[in-house]
């Protein structure tokens, strides 16, 4: 009866991703000047470039409904991989506990409680600098040789996955303080290091874009927070979402190159210079350890 349930919750799950009428796909250009071409795409905002090989073409990541742009501008291309999703299920590394080889944000959260009991005095316990919209606490770790006093030293902040769809940034991030601390007595370069500095990780940035592309059906490249832009109580993949490092205060809005007004665009900058809590937060926990 359980391996019934099991394969009914499977098929449904298999049926709801296929059946959606938004996903990405694998797109390769062909462009001689290909400089001149990816400022083009990003100010139709398309920026996802995976690679590019000069003067010869570019190879991208974009949403179906943004195919059209590619032939309204001229392009030639062909589709590698027509749809992510079902490529992303097919490889069989979604779910809580099988995110390929990175760490999902459960995992995060477990591993910096491993560091800080394996070496206590080396690291505080993780602590909140601030929750998101969907109350997902932004965990931070200072490392240091005195991690439970401020003492009067130059810091630095190392920060992870301000995009959703960069899960490697979280892994460097907290395999970075593991290094720290298990190098702290046999490295001349990092024992110095960790008494003359205050380093600080915040490994997961964007909590709820995080969480939604390793828990649930998403194809594993959404961008964005979950931002409800539209106001109507449903995430919609194609109209929600801010993108985090687009919507710091700092010339923000500064242009359309590189960020966009358009609440569907992947590099959406928000209603408002700093309107995301994350970014909130962030901006509060850089200002409080300078």
């Known amino acids: 009866m359980k391996k019934a349930i099991m394969f009914f919750a499977v098929l449904f799950l298999s049926i709801s991703i296929y059946a959606s009428d938004f996903y990405n796909m694998k ?14 795409l990003t100010q139709k905002g398309i920026d996802d470039i995976v690679s590019a090989k000069p003067g010869i073409f570019i190879d991208a990541i974009i949403s179906n409904k943004k195919e059209t742009i590619l032939s309204s501008m001229g392009l030639s291309y062909k589709i590698l991989i ?13 779910g809580r506990y099988a995110f390929g080889p990175y760490y999902t944000y459960w995992e995060m959260k477990a591993e910096l409680d491993s560091i800080h009991n ?7 316990a993780k602590y909140s600098i601030g929750t998101s919209t969907e109350g997902n606490e932004q965990w931070a770790m200072k490392i240091s040789a005195n ?27 907290v395999d970075f303080a593991r290094y720290l601390c298990e190098n ?28 939604w592309d390793s828990d649930s059906s998403s194809d594993g490249m959404w961008r964005k927070n979950k931002r409800d832009n539209n106001n109507n109580g449903v995430f919609d993949t194609d109209a929600d979402g801010v993108d985090p490092n687009r919507n710091y205060t700092y010339n923000w809005g ?35 350890n300078p």
């Open 118 to 124: 394996e070496f206590p005095n080396l690291t505080t």
């Open 254 to 288: 500064y242009d359309n190159n590189g960020s966009s007004p358009d609440p569907s665009s992947e590099t959406y900058r928000g209603p408002s210079a700093g309107s995301e809590p994350i970014t909130q937060n962030m901006m509060n926990f850089i200002s409080s």
């Open 27 to 40: 797109v390769r250009i062909f462009a001689p000047d290909t400089k001149a071409t990816i400022n083009q």
């Open 82 to 94: 027509p749809n992510l999703t079902k490529r992303w299920n097919e490889m069989n590394i979604k």
């Open 147 to 173: 991690p439970n006093v401020n003492e009067n030293e130059p810091s630095f902040i190392i920060i992870g996955v301000h995009h959703a769809r960069e899960p490697i940034s979280c892994n460097v991030t």
């Open 184 to 211: 702290y007595n046999s490295d001349p370069t990092i024992h110095w290091l960790l008494d003359n500095r205050e380093i600080y990780i915040v490994p997961v940035e964007n909590p709820d874009g995080y969480i």
